[in-house]
Nanobody, 115 residues
Framework: QVQLVESGGDLVQPGGSLRLSCAAS????????MSWYRQAPGKQRELVAQ???????NYVDSVKGRFTISRDNAKNTVYLQMNSLKSEDTAVYYCNAQFVLRRYWGQGTQVAVSS
């Protein structure tokens, strides 16, 4: 059974930091490209950051220099370190795994940035 379980979402003040984690099971994690998406209220889901099975990373322009995606294949876990958080980062963050035509989603974790 495939599972992606996100954790680490919280309420944080602007300028603060959070680290999201996504624990994967039920598939060969190291073969998959892993991504973080987010969806703010009233907006479409957008790709935030991706790390390929080879370790190549990509980020949406709005988070470059502030967010860092990483993966630990030994722990079947992908992380998103988020620094200098802004109110516009408020969203539900989803973990995604993709390999060819196979795609899996987590249930999401809420990040709220507010003073």
């Amino acid at each position: 059974q495939v599972q992606l379980v996100e954790s680490g979402g919280d309420l944080v003040q602007p300028g603060g930091s959070l680290r999201l984690s996504c624990a994967a099971s039920g598939f060969t994690f190291s073969n998959y490209d892993m991504s973080w998406y987010r969806q703010a209220p009233g907006k479409q889901r957008e790709l935030v950051a991706q790390i390929t099975s080879y370790g190549t990373t990509n980020y949406v322009d709005s988070v470059k220099g502030r967010f860092t995606i990483s993966r630990d294949n030994a722990k079947n876990t992908v992380y998103l370190q988020m620094n200098s958080l802004k109110s516009e980062d408020t969203a539900v963050y989803y973990c995604n795994a993709q390999f060819v035509l196979r795609r899996y989603w987590g249930q999401g974790t809420q990040v709220a940035v507010s003073s």
